[in-house]
Each structure stands twice: as structure tokens, then as C-alpha cells.
């Protein structure tokens, strides 16, 4: 896919300052392929690169999303990353439910906006910078809790059906993009268990060799994605190059 972009693409990157996301920054500024990064979050960056332009905007929220929709101005987007994501807020008392008598519609409406309307909405509102004829891919996390093919245990209630709900809307997305945009990839990720502040509560019973660093977890996903080309827009990969059911 990246040889399908123009040299010194601009790419955008949502949750910047996230460990997937800012390791994501860190392995394209390492390519001189890359001309411009657009890094998005709440957070201060934590890179300096002159390449790299930081926004600090929530993007959950409409008004964030207008913002940057002004900022961009259209102009086009050539990869986007999504890399935000909810499992857990203790501040909110969010916690993945295993029973039915632990759903709230406070935990299952917040979760279900930061991993599933957040994403798309976005699509929808930065629109004018992936359609024309230029190449753009456009890759979101997801997880492989949200395959409704594989779920053989149950449990996690608001996460697995806030992912299942991030594909369908990222799917459809993609055939509407696809007219838009000839050459518009559009792809699901699932990233693996990554060390990081979302997985961290639940690390316990993770064996060793499949608690993977930020730094793998972006290579990975970004050769997935390099490998992919627009007729696989709208589909679902895992980080070793595998496809995931639905």
C-alpha cells in the first residue's frame, strides 16, 4: 500500500500520544517516504520532528472534530490511524462487564462512542480529504473480541459489541469511500494484547510471548497494511497478516 503513495505523503494519526499511536509516528518519521504528519490527541506530543505537526483536540466530541476539519481544509490525506480506543475509565467506574447484571447504559453509550461513532464520524467529517484520485489508506483498531464468529467465551459485553459495531460502520464506510475514491483502502486492525495503559489491568494471564511491545505492535500493523492494496478495502486483519472473520 505505502508503494502506492505519493513521496512525501501526508498521513494523520488520531490518539497520537497513545502507545500504538505514538509508536506508529515514530516508525513512519523513520521513512523519508513520509513528507508530513498531522499527530491528533489530548496530550501533549512526545516527539519533536519538524516533519510533525501536534493538534490537541478531543475528537470524541463534535466540537474536536469540527476543529480539525477546519484545520485540514480539505486538503488530501493520503493514511489516516486511527488508534483511539476505550476498554477501561476508573475515574468512570468503566469496567469490561462479565455478567449481564453488570451493563449500565452509562458504560455501554461511553464505550460505545469512543470505539465505534468516534471512528466513523471522523470519516465523515474529514470526507473532503479522502475523496478525489489520489491513493489514501485509512486503517482504525479494532479487536478480535468484536468478531462475532469468534466469540467463544462470552463476557465484555460494551467492548466486544462496541467492536463489532466500529467493522460494520468502518465496512460500509469503506464501499461509500470506494465511490469516492477509487483508490481508498479502508481497514480493520486487530492489534494483538499490547503493552500498554488500555491492556495493563489485564496483563496478568497474558503469557510472555504474546504481550507484545508498542514498538512490534507498529511494525506489524504497518506492514499488514503495506501488503494490502484497494481491493481489500473493508476487510478485518490481525497483526500477523491474517484475516478475522466477522
Given at each position: ?15 497520537a500520544?497513545g502507545?500504538?499511536g ?6 513512519l ?21 519538524p ?11 463534535e ?26 475509565d ?18 455501554l453509550?461511553q ?12 470519516l465523515?467529517?474529514?470526507q473532503d ?21 469468534d ?23 469503506s ?20 503493552d ?9 494471564r ?12 507498529a ?23 491474517q484475516?478475522?472473520?466477522?
Amino acid at each position: 500500500m505505502f508503494n502506492l503513495l505519493p513521496h512525501h505523503y501526508t498521513a494523520l494519526v488520531v490518539g497520537a500520544s497513545g502507545g500504538i499511536g505514538a509508536a506508529i509516528i515514530k516508525q513512519l518519521l523513520s521513512s523519508s517516504h513520509v513528507g508530513h504528519i498531522i499527530a491528533v490527541s489530548r496530550q501533549p506530543p512526545r516527539i519533536d520532528d519538524p516533519r510533525l505537526t501536534h493538534l490537541m483536540l478531543d475528537v470524541s466530541q463534535e466540537p474536536g472534530r469540527k476543529a480539525l476539519q477546519k484545520e485540514l481544509a480539505a486538503q488530501p490525506i493520503h493514511f489516516f490511524f486511527n488508534a483511539i480506543g476505550i476498554l477501561h475509565d476508573k475515574a468512570q467506574q468503566l469496567l469490561p462487564e462479565k455478567r449481564l447484571d453488570q451493563l449500565s447504559v452509562e458504560n455501554l453509550t461511553q464505550t460505545m462512542n469512543i470505539n465505534a461513532f468516534t471512528p466513523v464520524l471522523l470519516l465523515a467529517a474529514l470526507q473532503d480529504s479522502f475523496k478525489g484520485t489520489h491513493p489514501t489508506a485509512i486503517a482504525s483498531l479494532s479487536a478480535r473480541v468484536g468478531s462475532i464468529e469468534d466469540n467463544q467465551l462470552g463476557g465484555w459485553y460494551s467492548y466486544r459489541a462496541s467492536k463489532a459495531a466500529h467493522n460494520m460502520l468502518l465496512k460500509t464506510a469503506s464501499i461509500e469511500l470506494k465511490r469516492l475514491n477509487k483508490q481508498s483502502t479502508v481497514l480493520c486492525l486487530h492489534p494483538g494484547t499490547t503493552d500498554t495503559a488500555l491492556s495493563k489491568p489485564f496483563q496478568a494471564r497474558v503469557p510472555h510471548e504474546k504481550l507484545f511491545t508498542t514498538t512490534f505492535v507498529a511494525e506489524q500493523l504497518l506492514s499488514v497494511i503495506a501488503q494490502r492494496t484497494p481491493d481489500d478495502s473493508g476487510t478485518f486483519w490481525d497483526w500477523n497478516g491474517q484475516p478475522i472473520d466477522w
